[in-house]
């Protein structure tokens, strides 16, 4: 039988069922375990790739081209360790694999149910991902009580009674600063809930400001039907990379390797340790500006945001991250800042914004990264602004195209036709990119539909721009530098996806270390 390990929530989203899953399954790695992750959506897009950023947050790209919750980037950043596209299951892919069965006849001519049929789905999936590992964490998103959620908990419920299986519930602890108590009764109400549906937590691991008092601790086990010791707390902390150690202190790797029967190699977690360390001794201040367009939400630029953290670890510096609106921006206030970010996206909002920030950053030689959209208008800059020439991105404006659409792209169909995933880039020996990688070809991760025109390549080579990057299966222009700047460099690929806690991406590291060496 497999083992898996089930992250709920209860009371409120985004509590960190994400986080709380990536920590505990980093701990158990640490201690030889063979660990895959995956995430259970409940709503009824496919993927997704077609939803808003400001509304979701961004889509995180797997290796294999897959696009997903953003939650698979904390897995994959705390784990580091790449997963694959079945490791992100909506809603969306169950009822269309369960029709297209159906449409072929599968099902002999049955009622297609939502139990047996969808359920059935779902549980194969999670087996799938079973196979071959120690143990499968499998995070649920939502609350429970959704009425969304409920074929998943269904299928979770069945799955307990055909493998060994483990629940986690997540839960908020709400503290009332008017009477100085902490509530404990949302806590017992969610429980509640997910027991009605057949489902009994064996561990509670709460989210809560403060720490819970004796008492509370006691309420919610009794009253929850789970062993004190199994009442864990994620106090809120200055970053997450901390939670795992929080988590380790209060043995939880030890009561889910014991219930499982799973021997653990005594790991001290020296490299969490370090990592620890390194953040509470930071030098100095870097700070880094992140020019975009979806700056309402945050998360819309997770993997940028935790890859300059990663960099920044590394270089033993204190992050301070900023997001400047591409439609509202001052150029001026990036003199203040160590270096600049101009991040990707989509549509023509703020697209003049980003050309400014660009021709800013390029005139008054500060550290810049350009990723994607990035990277495509640093090319549009710097053919208009050095090279006098009148040319257009071919997403916003006709005209002279220095950026077309890719031959193989079909704006009738957008779902999921990108070209997404892993692509090889070959490097320039001698460039800025070679020396960053220290590679002569690499493999990273793209989300997008437009090329660099190679019409245009041989007049910006002749003044100053470096094409250094090449993915030559399609002679596709991958990364541009500028070697008379201090740090100039543009990908058509986003290096975020790629960057890991104990791995960060080199594009970051250099970026930082410009950043910090004036």
């Not at 596709?476 to 790629?498: D, G, N, R, T, Y």
């Amino acid at each position: 039988m497999s083992k898996m390990v089930f992250v709920t929530g209860g009371v409120l989203s985004s509590l960190g069922k994400g986080i709380i899953a990536s920590s505990i399954a980093r701990l158990l790695k640490d201690n030889g375990l063979k660990i895959n992750m995956m995430k259970l959506d409940p709503y009824l897009n496919v993927d997704p790739g077609t939803m808003s950023p400001i509304e979701h947050g961004e889509v995180f790209v797997t290796y294999d081209g897959g696009e997903t919750d953003l939650d698979l980037g904390h897995y994959e950043r705390f784990l580091s360790q790449a997963l694959s596209k079945k490791s992100s299951v909506s809603s969306g892919q169950i009822y269309q694999s369960v029709i297209d069965q159906e449409r072929q006849g599968a099902f002999l001519g049955k009622t297609v149910q939502v139990i047996p049929h969808i359920t059935n789905e779902i549980k194969k999936r999670i087996v799938d991902n079973a196979k071959d590992y120690d143990l499968l964490f499998v995070e649920l998103g939502g609350t429970v009580g959704d009425i969304e959620s409920l074929p998943f908990l269904e299928a979770i419920r069945q799955l307990q009674f055909e493998h060994e299986c483990y629940f986690i519930h997540g839960a908020y602890v709400p503290f009332l600063r008017s009477s100085n108590e902490l509530k404990t009764k949302p806590v017992q109400h969610s429980v509640r809930e997910l027991q009605s549906l057949g489902i009994r937590p064996n561990m509670i691991v709460t989210r809560n400001e403060v720490p819970l008092t004796e008492s509370a601790m006691n309420k919610i086990a009794n009253l929850c039907g789970v062993e004190l010791e199994n009442v864990i707390q994620a106090i809120d902390v200055d970053s997450v990379y901390k939670i795992p150690l929080i988590l380790h202190n209060q043995h939880v790797d030890e009561i889910i390797a014991k219930y499982f029967g799973l021997q653990l190699n005594n790991n001290d977690h020296e490299e969490l340790r370090t990592i620890i360390d390194k953040m509470n001794n930071g030098k100095q201040v870097c700070k880094i500006a992140i020019v975009g367009k979806y700056t309402q939400l945050a998360d819309a630029y997770k993997s940028v945001i935790e890859a300059i953290k990663h960099a920044c670890i590394a270089n033993q510096v204190e992050d301070e991250i900023d997001l400047i609106d591409s439609n509202e921006i001052d150029v001026d206030q990036l003199r203040n800042y160590d270096g600049v970010i101009v991040a990707g996206g989509f549509g023509n909002s703020g697209i003049e914004g980003k050309i400014q920030a660009i021709t800013y950053v390029r005139e008054n030689n500060i550290p810049f990264l350009g990723i994607c959209l990035g990277m495509q208008l640093a090319c549009v800059e710097y053919a208009n602004n050095v090279c006098n020439l009148n040319v257009v991105h071919g997403e916003f404006e006709d005209g002279d195209k220095i950026i077309d659409i890719m031959e193989d792209q079909d704006l009738n169909q957008l779902g999921g036709t990108l070209r997404l995933g892993n692509y090889s880039c070959s490097l320039a020996k001698g460039s800025l990119a070679h020396n960053v990688y220290q590679q002569d070809e690499i493999q990273e991760r793209h989300r997008h539909r437009y090329e660099f025109n190679n019409e245009y390549r041989n007049i910006l080579e002749q003044n100053g721009l470096v094409f250094s990057g090449i993915n030559k299966e399609r002679d596709l222009v991958e990364i541009i530098e500028l070697p008379s700047h201090k740090f100039f460099i543009a990908s058509q690929f986003h290096p975020e996806f790629s960057s890991q806690l104990t791995n960060p991406n080199p594009l970051f590291v250099e970026l930082v270390k410009a950043s910090i060496n004036k």
